[in-house]
Structure formats: C-alpha cells, structure tokens
DNA sequence: CACTTATAATC
DNA sequence: TTCGCAG
DNA sequence: CTGCGAAGATTATAAGTG
C-alpha cells in the first residue's frame, strides 16, 4: 500500500474531533493491508514505529527539511525500510548519514506525508488518535470487539503484534494471546487518589502498599531464564544482573513478577529518585548492581494469574518472594489504619502508598479504579517571572509558568516551569494579566514584571544543576492564583530547598 | 581531551 | 509524571 | 470513565566541536 494513504488518513483523523469517524478512517486502511504491512502501518498509525531510538530528533527534523515531492511513491515498506536503516546507523559521521537518509526520505514524501513522517520520528503526532483509537480502528476492520484487540495488544506487549494478528486470523486468534513469560505485557497502573479515605471508599477492603519512588520492573523467569523490563517494556536485564540474580533464586518455574527497583543506603533507607535513575541508566558496568527490586505482584506462577482476585496473588507471592523482596503492605477497609501506615511510609523516606482492591483482577495496561496512589502534596506560593506561548490547543494563549522563589533583596530565583492545573478560563485571565505585566519579549518567552502570585502544588523538590538555587520543582502544578497576596508575601528559596533531602 | 548538543529513558 | 477537556 | 494532549525535571550515552 502507498504510504500517502496511511498520510491521508492521519490528516483526515485530525481533522475531525469526532472519535467515531476517526476509528472508521483508520478501519478503511486497515483492513486493506498486505499482512506484513500491518504492523508497521500500525505503529504508524499510533505516531510511532516498531523501533525504540531512531537517533533523529526534533532537532535533526527542524534542519533537514526538503521540498515535498508532487507525486506520491513512498510505500509502507519504503518507509519502514528507512526506519529501520536510521536506527541501524551509528559511529562516526552517524549523524550525516542519518541526516542523508532522512533527507532521501522525506524527498520522496509528499506534503501530507512528510507530515506524518515528521510527526512519528518527532514523536509529536497529534492527530487526536494513539493506541485507544487505533486499537478500535484494528478491531473494526478485524470484525472483533475493541476488548479482545486490547486484550491481545496487552498480552502480546504492543497494538501492532495484536493488530497483525486480529487482521490475519481474527477473533480466535486473538483469543489464543496469552500471558507468557518471557513476553512482557502491558503492566497496571494506577489512578491518583486525594487521600487514603478517598482511595478506600473506591477499593473497599484493600491491599495498602508502600509507594516507592523507584523504575517500575516487570521480572520474567523462563526455562531457568530472567528477563527484566521496565515500565515502557525495554529490556533492562543487562543493567540489573544483581535483582537478575534474585529473581533466580526464587523457589519454583516459570514466573511473572511486578516491582519497583530503587537504590538503599547502607542503612537501609531509599536513596534519591535522582540517584536511582543514575544508576539505573548507567550501562552495564555493574553500576546497577547495587539497586534491589520489591516486587508487590505476580502474574504467573506455574499458569497464568492475571484473572485471579489480588487475594490470591498476594497469597501466591507471599509464597514466591521472601519478606526482603516484598513491599511492606496491610489489608484494611479502614482510613485511620491505612493513614497511619501511610504515615509509617512517609517517615521511611518513601513516595507514598498504593490501595488497591482485593478482590481485583491484574487489568494490564489498564488505568482504573482498582488501584489507586496517595502521596502527599506540597505548596508554595511562588511569583511567575515570565510565561511562555503554548501550542496546539494552547495556540494563542500565554500557557507554561516560569516560577520564581524569593531570594535576597528583591531578587527572585526561578525553580522550574508548569502548564498543569489550568483551566480554559484560567488561561484566558493569564493571558490579558501577563500581557499587562509584560516587561519584553525572547523568542516565545514572555518576561514579565514579578508581581503575581500563584499557589503551586508539587510532589516535591530535586536538587538541580540547572536552576540557579540548585533545586528544582517536582510536578509542579497550579492550584490557584493568590490575589490576596503580593510578591512580597512569596515563599522564600530556602523554604523550597528545606523540601531537599 | 574537555566541552557541548542531541537523543532517549525514568518519573 | 499531573491535570483539564471532549466524546 | 477513557483517551488524548498540554508540557515539566532528571539521568545517561553517543557523537560532534575546537
């Protein structure tokens, strides 16, 4: 298939905000597909590609930009072929060599796909449609339900292996994708919860588990094999040989496991988010030897466990993993339980707890109710230095907060930037207010005189290296513009460094 | 060799 | 990762 | 209730520059 009708779909998807008419598009191309062009084409579809790093980037595509051809000849094979070869290249003189062949492949596009190649390799598609819409598309085309191409996507670890198989062998298909160790799937996710109360009354009687604020790690045992994965499935088993090694040793055969890795002090308590993740992305080396894994979930042990209620996993994994390997958790239905051992998390130096619902079945890759994340909120109310032009649906509103804390005599300390927590009404007001501040302008940033407050919530703060008071927001976010308070009234910079730890 | 830029990863 | 909006 | 897009901070490594 030409790769411009896939080009033209995409447009066609973004054109209209009516879900319906964009699953329907995208079910037409579909389901005229050759078989191997399905998975590609697919990816595609979701604004990515069957390969992690291409090694081209925004950067790269804002240089090499070629005039468009007039006629179209690029196939999906085409520019999978070129994917593949951008991620092949590396070494000295790559990044020519990477500039050549995107060059090649973009002047053979045609404006529509042009867009569409600029807009998977820059990861920044936005046509109203990722895996949600296009899973619903496969499965219109397909003739199955949207659940049983879900179901496959979860299982077989991506939309496009699922799509391939529903287009190709259709329902019964699909329904023979199951759990395999050694195949990571999709991992749970949790929704956020105001409080412990909030979460409870959701869950019922629920499992209450410390929340540690390390890489989540799926940990796979196969045939006497471990393969570790993270959150985004990338295989991260030769960066962990010492949780490899754990995992090893646990007691039966195949097995499925769900934890966080992090790194402890010599006595014990949770390093840093920031030295975590520095060990963590290191290469080899050994350097990620001295993170441990504690795993909270098991979806295999001698046959699969995703259907089976939360009781009864926690029962198989209490069998499974020692103490040591195993998040601290209680069963309760009570907040003023479940608050105090939130308490007991907190003072241990972690990020927060889960509540999760015990009678719950594992719903890979799904985001409800079920398991829900409480962790404490912070406030500052700090002063906006300068505000920058947002994109998209911010188009012509004045949308990302530079954020200042107060320093010495007058002066304010920028510590991060956030766009979260506004409304459409608040954007407006914060447009004219800015504009009426305005001190000059630099690129897209408007500066602005220091005069107006706004309460940020944040999860807490990080030692940073590029902020000039060496700390850096956390998630940071508005709750509301304080009218009733000048920049006199801000938080000082030394209150937000005595969040560091 | 030191430093910068680009990319991709975690949250 | 958080949050608001639209379907 | 679900999916999407608005963008944040940090880390690491590879490749390019002078």
Redesign the pocket.
């Given at each position: 298939m030409l790769f411009v009708e896939l080009a033209r779909t995409s447009a066609a998807v973004a054109s209209t905000?009516?879900?319906?008419d964009k699953v329907a598009a995208f079910a037409d191309v579909f389901g005229r597909l050759a078989p191997d062009e399905i998975a590609p084409a697919v990816a595609f579809a979701t604004?990515s590609t069957l390969i992690?790093?291409?090694?081209?980037?925004?950067?790269?595509?804002r240089d090499v930009r070629p005039e468009p051809a007039t006629t179209p000849s690029l196939t999906i094979g085409d520019v999978d072929r070129a994917v593949v070869t951008l991620a092949s290249i590396?070494?000295?003189?790559?990044?020519?060599?990477r500039r050549d062949v995107l060059h090649e492949l973009l002047a053979a596009a045609t404006e529509p796909e042009q867009r569409l190649i600029v807009g998977i390799?820059g990861?920044?598609?936005?046509?109203?449609?990722?895996?949600?819409?296009?899973?619903a598309g496969v499965a219109k085309a397909a003739g199955v339900a949207v659940g049983q191409v879900?179901r496959g996507a979860m299982f077989a670890g991506s939309l496009p292996a699922a799509a391939r198989v529903a287009l190709t062998a259709g329902q019964p298909g699909l329904a023979a994708i199951e759990l395999t160790p050694a195949q990571p799937v999709q991992p749970m996710?949790?929704?956020?919860a105001t409080d412990v109360g909030d979460a409870l009354s959701n869950t019922g009687l629920a499992s209450v588990e410390w929340k540690l604020?390390?890489?989540?790690i799926q940990a796979h045992r196969s045939g006497g094999e471990v393969k570790l994965f993270?959150?985004?499935?990338?295989d991260?088993t030769d960066r962990l040989e010492g949780v490899a090694r754990t995992v090893l040793e646990l007691p039966g055969g195949d097995l499925v496991l769900d934890g966080e890795v992090l790194g402890l002090d010599a006595d014990g308590a949770p390093r840093r988010?920031?030295?975590t993740?520095?060990d963590?992305?290191?290469?080899e080396?050994g350097?990620g030897s001295g993170l441990r894994a504690f795993f909270f979930d098991v979806l295999h042990a001698g046959g699969s466990l995703v259907d089976e209620p939360l009781a009864t996993r926690r029962d198989v994994l209490s069998e499974t993993v020692p103490e040591t390997s195993r998040l601290p958790s209680i069963i309760t239905a009570d907040a003023d339980d479940a608050a105090a051992f939130l308490d007991r998390a907190i003072a241990a130096g972690h990020e927060g707890v889960m509540v999760k619902d015990l009678e719950s079945a594992y719903d890979a890759g799904?985001?409800?109710?079920a398991w829900r994340?409480v962790?404490p909120?912070y406030t500052f109310d700090l002063v906006v230095l300068a505000v920058?032009?947002?994109?998209?649906?911010?188009q012509g509103w004045l949308?990302?907060l530079h954020l200042g804390a107060r320093g010495s005599d007058n002066e304010f300390v920028m510590v991060?930037?956030?766009?979260?927590?506004?409304?459409?009404?608040l954007l407006r007001w914060q447009t004219e207010r800015f504009l009426g501040l305005e001190l000059g302008r630099e690129g897209h940033i408007v500066h602005v005189r220091p005069e107006q407050v706004v309460e940020i919530?944040v999860?807490g703060v990080?030692?940073?290296?590029?902020?000039p008071g060496g700390v850096?927001?956390?998630?940071?976010?508005?709750r509301q513009y304080r009218h009733d308070k000048s920049a006199a009234d801000a938080d000082t910079i030394d209150q937000v460094r005595s969040l560091l730890r």
């Open positions: 905000s009516k879900r319906s604004g992690g790093r291409l090694g081209v980037g925004w950067a790269t595509l590396s070494g000295a003189g790559s990044q020519a060599r390799i990861g920044e598609l936005r046509q109203g449609a990722l895996d949600g819409v296009v899973a879900q996710l949790a929704s956020p604020d390390g890489a989540r993270t959150r985004n499935l990338n991260v988010f920031q030295d993740m520095g963590f992305g290191a290469d080396t350097r799904r985001r409800g109710g994340k962790k909120v920058e032009w947002g994109h998209g649906r911010r949308s990302n991060g930037k956030t766009f979260k927590g506004l409304t459409d009404e919530a999860d990080q030692v940073s290296t590029r902020y850096a927001l956390r998630f940071a976010r508005v």
